[in-house]
């Protein structure tokens, strides 16, 4: 009696606790356009045919480690001191109106979404400067970003051996834009550049149970404990 109260507390315990998780983005540089000048079509060349969109000039370009492993490359605008660029991955709709409802993705506040990323410096940021990880959330129009926005810095980062990023981060209500990407900003003409790979961006659900199946399973639970009951008595 005691194994079966408990089997069922576990079971529904379990129900409520279930989550979904869907993988929303993923690149990994190795297949899309590559009309750059350099080989293979390496070279400057915008990252938006592979899924970003470009905030205040950012540069970008593919890169080859010449055994036909391909990689992004993001650096600021280092001839203007102070100024911020950015590449993102956006999902919702923006001041214009254009893209989809967040729902249109499967997700809703209070849903978290997850954002791993391979990064490797380029060049050193300089003082003053500003690399890294962005998850960030806005209203429809831009005019607001949430608290809940995270940021985690590159700076200082390795310059030899690529390393494993990950932010995870809850989405706020009345959020209609999320933006997961790469944000620097300069500072004595330092353009701090970061090649970028293998970037996945997911989300996970808590998953709520019909009520009807949770009404049966705890109705079950209370009615096994009150049949043990009247037996004591």
């Not at 079509?41 to 938006?48: D, I, K, R």
């Not at 540069?59 to 993102?88: F, H, L, M, R, V």
């Not at 001041?95 to 410096?121: C, M, R």
């Not at 300089?126 to 590159?154: K, N």
């Amino acid at each position: 009696m005691k194994k079966t109260v408990i089997s069922l507390a576990v079971a529904l315990v379990g129900l409520f606790a279930n989550a979904n998780a869907g993988v929303l983005f993923t690149q990994d540089f190795q297949s899309g356009p590559r009309t750059g000048t350099g080989a293979n079509g390496t070279g400057t060349q915008s990252l938006v045919p592979y899924g970003y969109s470009i905030f205040a000039g950012a540069q970008q370009a593919i890169e080859s480690d010449g055994n036909g492993n391909y990689y992004g490359k993001t650096w600021n605008n280092y001839w203007e001191p102070g100024s911020e660029s950015a590449i993102n991955v956006q999902f919702g709709r923006d001041a214009w109106g254009s893209g989809s409802f967040l729902s249109t993705y499967g997700l809703a506040a209070g849903d978290t979404v997850n954002y791993a990323i391979d990064t490797k410096i380029g060049d050193a940021v300089g003082a003053g400067g500003t690399l890294g990880l962005t998850v960030r959330f806005f209203t429809a129009d831009f005019g607001y970003m949430f608290p809940a926005s995270v940021f985690t810095s590159l700076a200082g980062g390795s310059q030899s051996d690529w390393v494993r990023n990950s932010l995870s981060a809850v989405i706020p209500v009345d959020a209609a834009i999320i933006q997961f990407g790469v944000f620097t900003k300069n500072n004595n003409w330092s353009p701090g550049s970061v090649f970028i790979d293998n970037v996945e961006i997911s989300a996970s659900t808590a998953a709520i149970p019909e009520p009807s199946v949770a009404s049966l399973l705890g109705f079950g639970v209370l009615g096994l404990v009150a049949t043990r009951f009247r037996r004591r008595s």
